[in-house]
């Protein structure tokens, strides 16, 4: 659907919601309410995806089996908790397009983040560098920056941030491929976001991957802006990881275990070092004493200790609703329900606000990246108070995401009303 046909009327959104094929999806997650009890309009997949109806059934039956079953739980439970993480595994190599052995769920992003570093990053003298976007996630820079140091080299020198162009608010596609294709034999690894968590701008992870290998560089993408939002095919893409969290778009609850890929090609490598722990082990000889680590191939070998059962249980009442919506149908919704907000405040751009997420419905997911040069979080505090949830950044942007799964057009339609009405 173009702009062309949008219209900028309750009537439109309703009847586009009428038409939609996943709106019955919107009754199974659990809303908010406004602080006046009434219905908030929720667009903050991005930093908190909602929770759906069926999670508390989930962790019961854990709840439930652990009072049973006590430690035979492992091996008894309804759904035994020594594999447990398993029964994720193929729906989330579905969802970001891998093989299942190049995906587990395991630890939190940051520090699987990190155990990819330790694997992946093994920089030299000459060629010792790492890419991020400038800005990047806190927690990224933290990470990127200690992994430096810790191979004793300083950030000064080993860290490219990458920055838009003056007066630009997005990279642009040739300056990523430029910097490698002219530093690429200084590059151990370009480390960016599939999606930039700031400004909502979709990199091009394919080419990113291809030029990136072809000058000899690791590529891992922090997909936590992209998992459960863009349609992706890790594999074919071909970076050597990939590392995201499951509660923004992909409703696991608040600090959910997250997600891991690792590259086919290196499933059964036994030389790349890593930081080992049990549950990486064959499992086979797990429980023995004495042995030397003889990790279990592809992803899974990274694993370090016995996941949260529990955490585990909530990510999958998510999985299956998203096994059974598709990403694909998903995505497609999504491109729309986005291209309808960005055209409702079109309508009304007045100079007080404007969008630096780019337009190409192709550089972008499900996030708008609103800047308002003044007053903003008053603005924004004022929308939160009467039930508008987005997310404000300092020091000017408002990131507001309406979710395939559980937004409609009519909660676009209203934010906009909202928004403009506040901003004047
Ligand atoms: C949300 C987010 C994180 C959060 O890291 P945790 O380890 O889950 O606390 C890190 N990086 C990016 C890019 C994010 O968007």
Redesign the pocket.
Known sequence: MTDFEFSASQDFAIAMDERDPLRNYRERFLFPKAADGGDCVYLCGHSLGLQPATTALYIEQELKDWAQLGVEGHFRATNPWMPYHRLLTEQTAALVGAKPIEVVVMN????NLHLMMVSFYRPTASKHKIVVERGA?P??QYAVKSQIRFHGFDPASSLIELAPLPGEGCLRDEQISSLIEGSGDEIALIML?GVN?ATGQAFDMEGIALAGRARGCVVGF?L??AAGNLQLRLHDWGPDFAVW?SY?YLNGGPGCV?GCFVHERHARSLEIPRFAGWWGHDEHSRFEVGQNFRPISGAEGWQLSNPSIISLAALRASMNIFQEAGIERLRAKSVTLTSYLEFLLNQKMPSSFSIITPQERGRRGAQLSIRIPTNGRVLCERLANGGIVGDWREPDTFRVAPVPLYNSYDDVFRFAQRFVSAIG
């Open positions: 939190s992003l940051t520090v996630f927690s990224d976001g968590y922090d936590a802006h969290c923004k997250a």
